[in-house]
């Protein structure tokens, strides 16, 4: 049972850092490019985007609220080194 939890809590980081390390990369591209305007829009719509993966984490009802915030945070902190590993290769 607890292997099962684990199983899946793994696969919803992989997933959301996936969608994490897009928006990531879009933000930093933008950012580069100098267009502060649509940075912050852009910014509000990554914010927006983790506000509703924690809501529909809650929605689901497999894990508690604290635990879902956590997967989340993890999956933005994955998605963060795993940008700055792809930037080092790209650029």
């Known amino acids: 049972m607890i292997t099962k939890k684990i199983i899946i809590i793994i ?3 992989l997933m959301i850092t996936y969608n ?3 928006l990531e ?6 950012f580069k490019n100098g267009n502060t305007k649509v940075f912050y ?14 809501d529909v984490l809650n929605r689901l009802g497999w894990f ?12 933005i902190f994955l998605g963060l080194g795993t940008l700055k590993i792809l930037l080092a ?3």
């Open 11 to 13: 696969g919803i980081v």
């Open 20 to 22: 994490v390390l897009g």
């Open 25 to 30: 990369y879009l933000l930093y591209s933008i």
């Open 64 to 75: 508690g609220r604290l635990t879902n915030s956590l997967i989340v945070l993890i999956s």
């Open 89 to 91: 290769f790209l650029e």
């Open 41 to 54: 829009l852009f910014l509000l719509l990554f914010l927006t985007v983790e506000v509703l993966m924690i």
